[in-house]
């Protein structure tokens, strides 16, 4: 069975950083098109990153961009999302997601993989 597994969610200031990784058993992440998605209380889930399959393009949504920075460890066999200059709006359950698209894409129906979730909050 394919499993996803996040970390580093917790509780941050505004204005502060955090670090979530996403590590894979049973297949290597290398050669899926990987993505992080989130999804705040009573709000569709939506994408925020995604790294296409062999290093391909990244892609970030609109109200990340600058802040976030989406890195994968081949080695380790781990997804990263670096969090910077967080905002209360930020606030969610962050997904990591698989897909086996070539270049991957922040819609939430080429996922098919997803792990349990790891949560972010934002204090103003």
């Known amino acids: 069975q394919s499993r996803l597994v996040e970390s580093g969610g917790g509780l941050v200031q505004s204005g502060g950083s955090l670090r979530l990784s996403c590590a894979a058993s049973?297949?290597?992440?290398?050669?899926?098109?990987i993505a992080w998605f989130r999804q705040a209380p009573g709000q569709d889930r939506e994408g925020v990153s995604c790294?296409?399959?062999?290093?391909?393009?990244?892609h970030y949504a609109n109200s990340v961009l600058g802040r976030f920075t989406i890195s994968r460890d081949n080695g380790k066999n781990t997804l990263s999302l670096q969090m910077d200059r967080l905002q209360p709006e930020d606030t969610a359950v962050y997904y990591c997601?698989?897909?086996?698209?070539?270049?991957?894409?922040?819609?939430?129906?080429?996922?098919?993989?997803w792990g349990q979730g790891t949560q972010v909050t934002v204090s103003s």
């Open positions: 997601a698989m897909s086996g698209v070539k270049e991957c894409s922040l819609r939430l129906r080429d996922y098919d993989t």
């Open positions: 049973t297949f290597i992440l290398e050669y899926f098109s």
């Open positions: 790294f296409s399959a062999s290093d391909g393009p990244k």
